[in-house]
């Protein structure tokens, strides 16, 4: 492997060490890496149960993705639901990025960890590689890949690792992801402003709930009602209507795209945030079969309506 710059030659070979014990498959790292990652994008949208090294908090808040107020936990900016919004290269790209722009702050090589970065990207995928040879900068640096599900470590003392799939496709131009393809074409919203999530992913179903009130949940199966009060929260907390007109387009089950016109979901969130009297003009929600008003309890035992019932965002 080559040396970059003033880099130091790179140990790639671990045989020195002899077997891993503790020896990682493909499927294993690429199950581990998008666990990582996705603790990070939890702990954007607030999710209780996920939780981040105060480095990552504070790289988060100083890239624009969240902010934070004295006294409070970090909340999400309108920069961190756009950035919710990409798809997982493009949030990895962007998020190297800002990393790299405060490493020299942290006192860390920027040549060095820029030449670390491009060696991974020619690791081969289920192979171990030393740490015998780096510097304190560049192991401090492989903590902080491990954390963002980069490369597989044991423990923090390990002699070896992993870079996963996340790392070696980082400079590939690769746009989506398997994980990618399952947020698409799940979402179905009925001219009464409910709102349908087919989907078991616990982010997704926080991505929604930013601007909706929770109502039931099922198995691969949430029912959120969209309210004037939740828009406007969100939108309180950095989230633009377009951004949510966005998520909802982006999402919308394809069955339902082919029924109705996607200007739907533009209506509204537009009767939501804007007054009656500007907002674009829709039929009159009150005439559907389910209709309820924002404001108005649902029997806890009524039954989500049927597909064909609603109208695609």
């Not at 045989?15 to 666990?35: N, T, V």
């Not at 860390?108 to 020619?122: A, R």
């Not at 698409?184 to 009925?190: D, K």
């Not at 029997?299 to 049927?306: L, V």
């Amino acid at each position: 492997m080559l040396a970059c710059c003033r880099g130091k030659a790179w140990v790639d070979d671990a045989s020195q060490l002899g077997p891993d014990k503790h020896a990682r498959d493909i499927e294993s790292l690429d199950k581990y890496a998008l666990e990582r990652w996705e603790v990070i994008l939890h702990f954007m949208v607030g999710s209780p149960s996920a939780a981040v090294s105060q480095d990552l908090a504070q790289l988060l808040i100083q890239a624009g993705l969240m902010r934070s107020e004295v006294g409070d936990a970090p909340c999400i900016t309108s920069a961190g639901f756009q950035f919710l919004l990409l798809d997982t290269p493009s949030q990895l790209w962007y998020f190297t990025l800002q990393y790299l722009n405060t490493a020299q702050t942290r006192g860390m090589d920027l040549v060095e960890i820029l030449s670390f970065l491009f060696q991974l990207s020619f690791s081969t995928l289920g192979r171990d590689y030393s740490v015998e040879g780096m510097s304190d900068s560049l192991l401090t640096f492989l903590q902080h890949l491990r954390e963002f599900g980069l490369v597989f470590q044991r423990k923090r003392k390990s002699r070896r690792y992993y870079p996963t799939r996340l790392a070696i496709t980082l400079a590939s131009g690769v746009t989506a992801t398997a994980a990618d393809s399952t947020s698409a074409g799940f979402i179905i919203v009925e001219t009464n402003y409910r709102l349908y999530a087919y989907t078991d992913s616990e982010l997704q179903i926080a991505l929604v709930a930013l601007f909706s009130e929770m109502l039931y949940r099922f198995p691969n199966l949430v029912v959120a009602q969209v309210t004037r009060e939740s828009v406007q929260q969100a939108i309180a907390n950095g989230i633009t209507a377009q951004q949510i007109i966005h998520f909802l387009r982006t999402r919308a089950h394809p069955v339902m795209l082919k029924q109705v016109s996607v200007s739907v979901c533009v209506c509204l969130v537009s009767q939501h945030v804007c007054s009656p009297l500007t907002s674009l003009s829709l039929s009159d929600p009150s005439s559907a079969p389910d209709y309820h008003r924002p404001d108005q309890t649902v029997g806890t035992g009524e039954r989500p309506a049927a597909v064909h019932r609603g109208s695609a965002v």
